[in-house]
Structures are given as structure tokens and as C-alpha cells.
């Protein structure tokens, strides 16, 4: 059987053997909440509310111990806090109006893009495409879910699905939609790229044959599988063999996802034959 050479991923996979949220030295001793067993999703909106200055790839029992150490060093009036809070629900203005006049508004509504990439922004534990290199290199999207979008600044935090020890901050320019198969943006010939068979990488390839339509339960065409030839990935007689992979895990180079706003087209399925 011909052995086929294949480009290892660029990123080293490590197991993420020790426990999140261990014991730690440095956990502050004086706190009776153990900030260790709260999901990092909580911790990161904690940080950003409190403005507490860590890291941004730090793990989640860092993440954990600056909540601490932060919550620890807070001054609380309790009989302030609880007469403030009795006081605006006898307010007859309601909640709707006390929000109003609280909230922040600079004066500048967003653009028509960033309220689209709001819209369309992937949600809380949503599998994407990730690019968690500053080069270009082959392999350098990996398979990750998403835990928070921050519309403010257009940035994601992530968690690679080989490793949810720590969070990764991106820009929304590397992150990337899955597909759920209906689209049709892929036919022969197309540059795509697609993760290798037993990784969580995407690696430049290019279809060779037309997907096949299919119908759903629910009756919509979809495509299930497209066969792609990766890059360098050929066997020792020079071919390049042809490989299956689910629908869901090709996705466009970043040139042809991240268009410009005058270029968007409307995607529709018209013309279609299942």
C-alpha cells in the first residue's frame, strides 16, 4: 500500500491532562467562593466588567485566581447596596426608563457592516474555524468553539477542541462560519480548505469532483460530503488521492469568506436539482 506524505499540522496538539481550575498556591486563602469551578465563560464577563487586568490567552485557574485576588480586594457597603436597590424599585419609572438614562451611548450609531457581522456572529458554543497563527501557513485554521463574541471590539474568544485549558482572543477577520451543508458555495475545481482525516486542522485543497445533492428530512437539498485533494499530500508515485469530507468541515479561503460589503451577493439555492 503506497504511503501518502502528508504535512503535519503546524501547531503542536497538547493533551490538557491537569485538571482546570486545580489547586493553586496562589488562590487566595481569604475567599469563601471558589472561583475554580465557575465556567470560564463567567470569569471572562467578571474580568471585563471589573476591568481586571490579565493576559488574554491566560487558562482558566489564572482566570480564576485574578477573579479571587480582584473579589478579595472589594470594599462593600452592604447597607448601601441593599437601600440603592430598594430605592429604584420604588421608583415609578420603571425599569425600562431607569435603563435608559443609565446607559452609554457616544453618539455614533455602528456601521451597517458591524451591525451585519453582529447579526451574524457565531454563538456560544458553536464549532468554527479559527485562524490561531499570525502567518498564513498551511494548517494554521483549526476546528474550536466559540465562547463569547464582543461586539464592541468585533473579537471572539475561542477554545481549541484539542485543548479547553485556556481561551484564545481573535478578531472577527479569523474566525470562519461552519457550513450546515445548503449553501453550494463549493463546485470542481473550487480552492477550499478542509480538515485532514484524524485532525482538527484545515489544510489548502481544491475540489475534484461536484458535490452530490441530497434531500434533508425536512425535504432542503444539502450536500453531506465533498471530495477534495489536499496539498502535498501526495503518495510516493506522485498522485494525489482523493478524499472525502463531511460538507460541514470545507470552508472557503479566507479571500473568498471575508468579502467586501459591495461585493455580497445573495446565496440562494435557485437553479438547484437535488
Not at 76 to 84: A, L, Q, T, V
Not at 122 to 146: C, F, M
Amino acid at each position: 500500500m503506497a504511503t501518502t506524505n502528508v504535512q503535519q499540522p503546524v501547531k503542536q496538539r497538547r493533551s490538557s491532562g491537569g485538571k482546570v481550575g486545580g489547586p493553586s498556591r496562589s488562590y487566595p486563602r481569604g475567599v469563601g467562593v471558589d472561583f475554580r469551578k465557575v465556567s470560564g465563560l463567567t470569569l471572562l464577563n467578571y474580568i471585563d466588567h471589573q476591568g481586571v487586568k490579565i493576559r488574554t490567552d491566560a487558562p482558566q485557574g489564572e482566570l480564576a485566581v485574578a477573579v479571587a485576588r480582584h473579589f478579595e480586594q472589594m470594599e462593600i457597603d452592604e447597607e448601601e447596596c441593599i437601600g440603592g436597590f430598594l430605592e429604584r424599585l420604588e421608583q415609578p419609572t420603571g425599569i425600562t426608563d431607569y435603563i435608559r438614562k443609565t446607559a452609554f451611548f457616544d453618539g455614533h450609531a455602528p456601521t451597517l457592516e458591524v451591525r451585519k457581522r453582529k447579526r451574524l456572529a457565531a454563538r456560544p458554543g458553536e464549532q468554527v474555524a479559527a485562524k490561531v497563527t499570525r502567518t498564513d501557513e498551511n494548517g494554521s485554521w483549526i476546528l474550536a468553539s466559540v465562547q463569547r463574541f464582543y461586539p464592541d471590539s468585533e473579537t471572539y474568544d475561542v477554545q481549541d477542541e484539542d485543548d479547553t485549558s485556556k481561551l484564545i482572543r481573535l478578531p472577527w477577520t479569523h474566525v470562519m462560519r461552519l457550513s450546515n451543508g445548503t449553501e453550494g458555495n463549493f463546485t470542481k475545481d473550487k480552492d477550499c480548505m478542509a480538515i485532514f482525516p484524524e485532525t482538527t486542522s484545515f489544510y489548502r485543497s481544491k475540489v475534484s469532483k461536484n458535490p452530490v445533492w441530497v434531500l434533508d428530512r425536512n425535504g432542503i437539498p444539502m450536500v453531506k460530503e465533498i471530495i477534495v485533494k489536499f496539498e502535498d499530500d501526495e503518495d510516493s508515485q506522485g498522485r494525489t488521492p482523493n478524499r472525502r469530507v463531511p460538507a460541514r468541515y470545507v470552508i472557503p479561503i479566507p479571500a473568498d469568506y471575508f468579502y467586501e460589503e459591495a461585493d455580497d451577493v445573495d446565496l440562494s439555492l435557485t437553479g438547484i436539482k437535488a
